[in-house]
């Protein structure tokens, strides 16, 4: 497989890779439980980078924008780690809009197949099998629509190309959702003090008591993301609906180019 760089190439990716870097100097999202810790509002332009450059370009531009956002700081080695979240995002969603030999649906949906089952490696898999109930919905959207998400994309009809904005917007949100939960279990312990597990479990506990839900019948790490899983839910149909109404209006612009990088 030959892949090569010109100058258009490099001169987009420092554009995007930029972009996240300015991007996260902004607030954020905080997450529940974990005091400082924040869900970057780069997450939102993930799918939009893969779309508009393609799944190895665009997983590059991504990969560059989150190391350079890391050590500007403050930087944690858990930020460092969570850098191939929002690559596997951008591969993903370039995989979907792309017809190439190799970086095409078939992989986009491999990787969301793969996270997705990797979830019932951990240790809390099977104590949440329902957990990545919305992960599996995209891979099921994904298997839908296959290769026509392409189509979607190139079509001058506003609501297809609004339908294949948002499914691969959706699937690389997923991706980067399960690819964060992935790490941040395999840090519990190591780089995230179990301490601040039960401190997140106790927060979510009092949020949920606050509007009248019982006791979640969960505890550890299972209660945690049992408990996230409605804000979880809630939080990436807003960033899809985002990303969607991005992306779909620069490929509006862009008219009958639609994409940055051609594959």
Known sequence: MRFSLGTKEIALMSVFAALIVMITRLPGIPIIGFPGSKIELSVVIYPVIGILLGAQIGAISVLVGNFLSWLIPTSTLLGFLMIPAGVLAALVAGSLRSNHRIFNWKLGFAVLAALNVSWYLTPIGLDAPFYPVLHWAALALVALFRGNLRTFLESNSRSRLLLGTGVCSFAALMSDSMAGNLIFICAVGWIVPLQSVLNAVVSLGVFWA????????FTGLT??????????AIERTIMTVI?????????????????????
């Open 223 to 232: 209660a945690l993301f049992m408990g996230a899983l409605v804000i979880m």
């Open 210 to 217: 606050k509007l009248g839900i019982p006791k979640l019948p």
């Open 243 to 263: 990303s969607t109404l991005i992306g779909s209006a620069l490929l509006r612009l862009l008219g009958k180019g639609r994409y940055l990088v051609s594959s």
